[in-house]
């Protein structure tokens, strides 16, 4: 998929832990075992302190902690276990996930929602958060000098999350001033149950999709890593769920010769922005 040399570099930046592992575990994972050796920065990995917001205390018992329990922490630490056998290196960045957020009048970015969905974006905050997605791209500044990637992938923020959307536009800013190619993935499990388009910032376009096959070792090793973090499970498998069928039928949906895969987008940079 990468059409890369055996040992170049690829940093992943994944919005929040496991997006990069649930998207394109199977490829990366694939590209470690060719000779590359591959990053992950997972932004949105800081610690709040309390009191947290009622969306946060929610997520917080579906994920299977308890009131005391630093949660962050305990994910942080989950994130490592799963990245570790597929040969990933970490990064944990220093930003408070949504969850944990408040607009500038005070009230939660993310609110509480009854029923499937979980969560809303609050009806009041802003598209974007351009001062957001400056501090991200300073701190990516700093991980693309240390790792000096060939290639940055990360989100297409389909759904338009806006974590999502924050990371993306600063990993598209970042690799831009370096001159990094970069590739968008397709957000999964979310787009097995939320559409959505692309919506590139100024400057920025997206090329036509890529299916690249995994090999069925490599889908093997991919979905033993997705099952190294329970928390993600709590929402996505089990009882009327099955995030691993989903999985493979929407990979089969997308294949022109059968078997496992995964999508992503190359992005090019011109005079106008758009999808």
Known sequence: ?????????????????????????????????????????????GTASPPYSPAAERMHGIWG?????????CRREEDVAALTPLGLGHRHGRFLD????????????????????????NK?????????????????????????PALVVTSAAIGGHPDDKAARDAAL??????DIPVRLWEDL??????????????????GSSE??????GMRTRKFEAVRGYPSLLSMFDGPGKDLFGGLDEHAGELSPQGGY??????VTRGEEGGC
């Open 124 to 148: 009041d905050a802003p598209s974007s958060d351009p001062d957001l997605v400056a501090e991200i791209q300073g701190d990516l500044k700093a991980v693309i000098d240390e790792v000096a």
């Open 261 to 266: 895969g995964e999508k992503t987008w190359p």
């Open 65 to 73: 902690y308890s009131p005391d329990d630093d949660v962050q922490l």
């Open 173 to 178: 800013f970042a690799s831009s001033e370096k």
């Open 211 to 216: 299916f690249g096959a995994v090999e069925p």
């Open 1 to 45: 998929m990468f059409a890369l040399p055996g040992a170049a570099r690829i940093l992943a930046i994944s919005p929040h832990f496991g997006d990069a592992v649930l998207s394109l575990g199977g490829s990366l994972s694939q590209a470690v075992r060719d000779g590359a050796e591959v990053t992950v920065y997972s932004a949105f990995a």
């Open 98 to 121: 949504s969850i944990y957020r408040k607009l500038p009048d005070g009230q939660w970015l993310t609110d509480h929602k009854e029923g499937k969905q979980k969560l809303a974006t």
């Open 189 to 206: 499990p979310y787009v097995l149950f939320r559409s959505g388009t692309v919506e590139l910032p100024p400057g920025f376009r997206l």
